[in-house]
């Protein structure tokens, strides 16, 4: 009896170790396959050091500390291939000294504790991979941003080439002009010799015909006045459209170095503003309400919007003097314009109510964005030269096939003599350019964006009472300047 139950302890004793061994020969093979999977981390590591010039030395020091892992990894591997071997040979001797088996079990133990330190040391691999391929994805979006950055470059030279290529051909027209002014004086000076000849030939005429023709000399006499009066006037109208000419050109280079002036001015605040603007942005999101930094942040902040609109203004009017105004023509609702610009400046305007009348809903083809801008302008002149009153009025009719839109507002009203130049360029009215801010360009490009639309404003105000700017559409199918 005590033979049989010793028979069974041993079969139970060696299924055991053949269970265990089972055991590590799957350990094993799943650290076959996680060497394997490291393998391929060792390559995309060495791909990535290769791409990443920058940072070549930290990755091939991370490179050699998982080389040297993996070796570790894989002669503690042969050491477990080992101690399998030895424990199949323990079982083999284990039918006959079953002392042993307490031996193997504590090396089992020790190999399984040696186990869960590899695999530790593999998720500690693993979590430094994920943060190697966070540095490369870091690094190809700052690549990214740099590329960004030089197309905005790029985009700014070309830009700038083709001013300058503009302003020469400006100069080959003025050289053309030139020529021909000299040509049309070249002509004046050739009707004035010949104009000599007849009066030499005449003067030799009148010495022939002196005593037969007394009353003729007289007459001829009062011609050469009359010429020679004619010949001075010719003189001076010539040197007066000379001088009209040369104040023409004069003005016209002034306003292309103005505008040139403006245009380059505006992309050179452009780039500085964007980055303040951030800036400000960042400490917008940081500072609390609360603190007292926090108006003087949000006064910033309102100086930058001004700026970018002034920026803008100068762009578009540098654009319309320049004829590069594009209008993005396309179908749209029109009363989806009026709402977007009635909420646009009605957030930034709460002791004002905007009130819409008569409002049509019909499809106009046209640029949206540019006819929204001139509402904005519109909507914001009726609210800033009206401080004391509480209201403004926006109408829409359809009037003779034309599209009429008026703002009314209830402020300080303008003089007739200052209507006429609204919409002149920086134009302000003397009287009250001291107590509003502005530089006279949102009528000038909003007059302008209406021309383009073969449009027309119109304006009544009256001073004390408030004003009305009116501007009308056709609605007729026509190509848009």
């Known amino acids: 009896m005590e033979t049989n139950n010793l028979a069974e302890l041993l079969t139970i004793a060696n299924q055991d170790k053949i269970n265990l061994?089972?055991?590590?020969?799957?350990?094993?093979?799943?650290?076959?396959?996680?060497?394997?999977?490291?393998?391929q981390r060792a390559a995309e590591l060495i791909l990535a050091n290769i791409e990443m010039d920058l940072q070549n030395e930290e990755k091939l020091k991370l490179a050699m500390e998982l080389v040297i892992v993996n070796k570790a990894l894989d002669f503690q591997i042969e050491e477990k291939a080992k101690r399998a071997a030895e424990l199949i040979i323990a079982n083999k001797e284990l039918r006959f000294q079953n002392a042993e088996k307490e031996n193997r079990a504590a090396e089992l133990v020790i190999a399984y504790s040696q186990l869960d330190v590899q695999n530790r040391e593999r998720e500690e691999r693993a979590a430094?991979?994920?943060?190697?391929?966070?540095?490369?994805?870091?690094?190809?979006?700052?690549?990214?941003?740099?590329?960004?950055?030089?197309?905005?470059?790029?985009?700014?030279?070309?830009?700038?080439?083709?001013?300058?290529?503009?302003?020469?051909?400006?100069?080959?027209?003025?050289?053309?002009?030139?020529?021909?002014?000299?040509?049309?004086?070249?002509?004046?000076?050739?009707?004035?010799?010949?104009?000599?000849?007849?009066?030499?030939?005449?003067?030799?005429?009148?010495?022939?015909?002196?005593?037969?023709?007394?009353?003729?000399?007289?007459?001829?006499?009062f011609q050469d006045e009359e010429r020679g009066k004619r010949a001075a006037e010719l003189i001076i109208a010539n040197r007066e459209v000379l001088v009209q000419k040369q104040e023409k050109e004069r003005r016209a280079a002034a306003e292309a170095k103005k505008d040139e002036f403006f245009n380059m001015v505006s992309h050179e605040f452009k780039t500085p503003l964007t980055n303040i603007k951030a800036i400000n942005q960042l400490l917008t999101q940081k500072i609390n309400k609360a603190d007292n930094i926090y108006p003087f942040i949000a006064n910033a902040n309102n100086s930058i919007k001004r700026l970018e609109k002034l920026i803008e203004d100068l762009l578009d009017v540098t654009k319309i003097n320049s004829g590069q105004i594009d209008l993005n023509i396309a179908a749209f609702h029109f009363s989806d314009a009026l709402t977007n610009s009635i909420v646009n400046v009605q957030l930034t305007a709460p002791k004002h109510d905007i009130l819409l009348e008569n409002a049509i809903d019909l499809f106009y083809t046209g640029d949206q964005f540019r006819i929204e801008q001139v509402l904005i302008n519109l909507l914001n002149n009726a609210i800033k030269y009206s401080p004391d009153a509480g209201q403004v009025i926006v109408r829409t009719k359809i009037e003779a096939d034309n599209l009429m839109v008026s703002v009314e507002d209830f402020g300080i009203g303008i003089a007739k003599e200052d209507i006429d130049q609204l919409f002149q360029r920086f134009?302000?009215?003397?009287?009250?350019?001291?107590?509003?801010?502005?530089?006279?360009?949102?009528?000038?490009?909003?007059?302008?964006?209406?021309?383009?639309?073969?449009?027309?404003?119109s304006t009544t105000s009256e001073i004390g009472k408030g004003s009305i700017f009116s501007f009308s559409l056709p609605l007729s199918p026509q190509v848009l300047n």
């Open 21 to 39: 061994a089972a055991a590590l020969e799957q350990a094993n093979s799943e650290l076959d396959l996680q060497n394997k999977e490291k393998g």
């Open 128 to 221: 430094e991979l994920i943060l190697a391929n966070t540095e490369l994805i870091f690094q190809n979006q700052e690549k990214e941003k740099r590329a960004a950055e030089l197309i905005i470059a790029n985009k700014e030279l070309l830009f700038q080439n083709e001013e300058k290529e503009k302003r020469a051909n400006e100069l080959v027209i003025a050289n053309k002009e030139l020529l021909f002014q000299a040509k049309e004086k070249g002509k004046r000076a050739a009707e004035l010799i010949i104009a000599n000849i007849e009066l030499n030939f005449q003067d030799s005429e009148k010495e022939k015909r002196a005593e037969e023709l007394i009353n003729a000399l007289k007459e001829l006499d």
């Open 427 to 457: 134009y302000r009215v003397s009287k009250i350019a001291m107590n509003f801010q502005g530089v006279g360009l949102g009528l000038y490009i909003a007059s302008e964006i209406i021309k383009k639309h073969n449009g027309t404003f």
